[in-house]
Every structure is written in structure tokens, then in C-alpha cells.
């Protein structure tokens, strides 16, 4: 069962534009939520966290936007450009029972336009 | 962060040997974690490494399979034994920084099995 559910699969944005990346997950004990970043042939790279007692966090031309209610959280890009075109995944950890282990979605392939 | 290092990058190997990968991480860690991520594909967790501990694996996962070692706080080896060709993954290592939430990954090992 996937414990966190990522979409869309694929997202291609004119340079300039906004990426609008959705995750939603159901374990409340979930207490953790991080971005990637993953270029071909690379490792996934630490982009951007939150923690549930906040509803946004901003670094940069990244920002994430946590709704607990809905148990939803996603990840904005403003002004894309061509050097963010990877695959970014979110995540999910609950520290006190699992230790740091963190849940994936599926992954977002990114591309954009120049 | 985290500076992580693996070895091999890449290895092409022949059904039925084992190969083991090496993770180097430039601090000490208590929790490190190897992934296995087939091309296009999300992030599947093997094994969590405690040093000090015995490995604890995913479902799915078997010790015969993936041996793991976890000698120091900076050092772990994956071993991929009796490999068939649907082992051909890239393999990815991961530390839990300590005193933090932030989990970093290694540039990973890509292994063909042929």
C-alpha cells in the first residue's frame, strides 16, 4: 500500500511558470516531509522539509504548502526554469516509531520549457 | 548536510556472483539506509543499517540476499548475492544526520546483471 501518494506523474511548464507538485498521505503519526531532487544519474538531492506545526516554508523559488486537515501537502516552484527540469519525489517520516525511515510517492518528472 | 561516496559507481556482472557496494559518509552517523530504485521507478527501502545492531529489512528483502555490514559510524557495504538479471537496479545508500530529520543519499551504484 503506498503510504504516500504523489501526483502528477509528469509536468511540463514554460520557462517562467509555476510547477505545482501534490502529495497526500493517511498516517496522522507522519510527522516529517521532505522534497527531492533527482537528476539522471544522480542521487536524490534534499531540496526542501517541513514539519507539521507550520503550514508553508519558503527557500527561495521553492515553496511548500502543508495542510494537515486534509492530510495534503505539495511543492511550488515559481518562476521555473530549464535547470529544474528533474524528478522530484516527496516523502514522509514518522521519527518516534520508524526511526527516520521516510516513505516515498512515485516521483514527478519535471520539464521545463525554455 | 552530508558528503556520501560510493563504490562502484557501475558494474556490469555475470548471473550467479555477488557484488558489494561500498558507502562512505564524511561524518559519523548512527543510522544509515540503503534503496534499491529500478529506472524511472520510486525509491524501494531494503534495509535499514543501525551500527551496532543487526540490519533490519523491508518486506520482501532476505539477509541471504543482501547481506549488509555496518562495521563503524561512517562505513556500510550492501552485497547483492547470487545476482539474476532482475537484480539490475541502481542501488542507493543514505545516512540520517544526526540530531536532525535530514536524510542524505549517496550518488548510487548502477548494476546490470547480465
Known amino acids: 500500500q503506498q503510504q504516500v501518494k504523489q501526483s502528477p506523474q509528469s509536468l511540463i511548464v514554460q520557462k517562467g511558470g509555476i510547477s505545482i507538485i501534490n502529495c497526500a498521505y493517511e498516517n496522522t503519526a507522519f510527522d516529517y516531509f521532505p522534497w527531492y531532487q533527482q537528476f539522471p544519474g544522480k542521487g536524490p538531492a534534499l531540496l526542501i522539509a517541513?514539519?507539521?506545526?507550520?503550514s508553508e516554508k519558503k527557500e527561495g523559488r521553492f515553496t511548500i504548502s502543508f495542510n494537515k486537515s486534509a492530510k495534503q501537502f505539495s511543492l511550488h516552484i515559481m518562476d521555473s526554469q530549464p535547470g529544474d527540469s528533474a524528478t522530484y519525489f516527496c516523502?514522509?517520516?514518522?521519527?518516534?516509531?520508524?526511526?527516520?525511515?521516510?516513505?516515498f510517492g512515485r516521483g514527478t518528472q519535471l520539464t521545463v520549457w525554455p | 548536510s552530508a558528503v556520501i561516496s560510493q563504490k562502484p559507481s557501475r558494474d556490469i556482472c555475470q548471473r550467479g556472483t555477488s557484488l558489494t557496494i561500498q558507502c562512505q559518509v564524511d561524518s559519523q552517523v548512527t543510522m544509515m539506509f540503503w534503496y534499491r530504485q529500478q529506472p524511472g521507478q520510486s525509491l524501494t527501502l531494503i534495509a535499514t543499517?543501525?551500527?551496532?545492531?543487526?540490519?533490519?529489512?523491508e518486506s520482501g528483502f532476505v539477509i541471504d540476499k543482501f547481506p549488509i555490514s555496518r562495521p563503524n559510524l561512517t562505513f556500510s557495504t550492501l552485497t547483492v548475492s547470487n545476482m539474476s538479471p532482475e537484480d539490475s537496479s541502481i542501488y542507493l545508500c543514505?545516512?540520517?544526520?544526526?540530531?536532525?530529520?535530514?536524510?542524505?543519499f549517496g550518488p548510487g551504484t548502477r548494476l546490470t546483471v547480465t
Open positions: 543514505s545516512v540520517l544526520l544526526q540530531g536532525t530529520y535530514e536524510q542524505y
Open positions: 517541513i514539519r507539521p506545526d507550520v
Open positions: 516523502a514522509a517520516s514518522d521519527r518516534g516509531s520508524t526511526l527516520g525511515r521516510l516513505y
Open positions: 543499517a543501525n551500527q551496532g545492531s543487526e540490519a533490519t529489512y
